[in-house]
T-cell receptor, first 114, second 118 residues
Framework: DGGITQSPKYLFRKEGQNVTLSCEQNLNHDAMYWYRQDPGQGLRLIYY???????QKGDIAEGYSVSREKKESFPLTVTSAQKNPTAFYLC?????????????FGDGTRLSIL | AQKITQTQPGMFVQEKEAVTLDCTYD???????LFWYKQPSSGEMIFLIY??????QNATEGRYSLNFQKARKSANLVISASQLGDSAMYFCAMRERYNTGANSKLTFGKGITLSVRP
């Protein structure tokens, strides 16, 4: 079945360590997104990519980095510069940009500080 | 100003009754889309319903309908015949300038927690 796969489901980061969250989709979608969700809060956009080899900062990009070398993959790296990384991270993708299609989401990754 | 406002505190509804979850939005665009998502305690985001700014009819999807009042900039979600499995957080989101293809970003509200009582 087509969908979005995020891994791992749970991730722990040590102080000063970079960690990478994986997001893979087999929906043949051009656009992909990374969101951060804090407890009891809405989703905030970190980075997004509307086409391969191109991406833009969202509202809270500081301390994060991404790459988009393949259409199917949009990994997110949480760097040591992100001082408060504990959160729930959601990856999403979307089909044609000029349509009213919704964004489809993965099951998320919960990141915690050790 | 917030683009999407969801201000209701935790909502409670009796099983089999209907409930309305409020959403107001702020945009100067003429072309935009409004989306509702459900997030159960497991965390995944489930798309429920969509309303385009040019749609003349209110959107419906099964037990979900959208009470779209464009002049008041509100897009309230109505869930009919509530079920225990409807207990979750519900998010309203907006995409501006969607028909140009230039913008695909969604802006989310802070969400509303719905609890269905047996």
């Amino acid at each position: 079945d087509g969908g979005i796969t995020q891994s791992p489901k749970y991730l722990f980061r040590k102080e000063g360590q970079n960690v990478t969250l994986s997001c893979e989709q087999n929906l043949n979608h051009d656009a992909m997104y990374w969101y951060r969700q804090d407890p009891g809060q809405g989703l905030r956009l970190i980075y997004y990519s509307q086409i391969v080899n191109d991406f833009q900062k969202g509202d809270i990009a500081e301390g994060y980095s991404v790459s988009r070398e393949k259409k199917e993959s949009f990994p997110l790296t949480v760097t040591s510069a992100q001082k408060n990384p504990t959160a729930f991270y959601l990856c999403a993708s979307m089909g044609p940009l000029d349509s009213n299609q919704p964004q489809h989401f993965g099951d998320g990754t919960r990141l915690s500080i050790l | 100003a917030q683009k999407i406002t969801q201000t209701q505190p935790g909502m409670f509804v009796q099983e089999k009754e209907a409930v309305t979850l409020d959403c107001t939005y702020d945009t100067s665009d003429q072309s935009y889309g409004l989306f509702w998502y459900k997030q159960p305690s497991s965390g995944e985001m489930i798309f429920l319903i969509y309303q385009g700014s040019y749609d003349e009819q209110n959107a419906t999807e099964g037990r979900y309908s959208l009470n779209f009042q464009k002049a008041r900039k509100s897009a309230n979600l109505v869930i009919s015949a509530s079920q225990l499995g409807d207990s979750a957080m519900y998010f309203c989101a907006m995409r501006e300038r969607y028909n140009t293809g230039a913008n695909s970003k969604l802006t989310f509200g802070k969400g509303i927690t719905l609890s269905v009582r047996p």
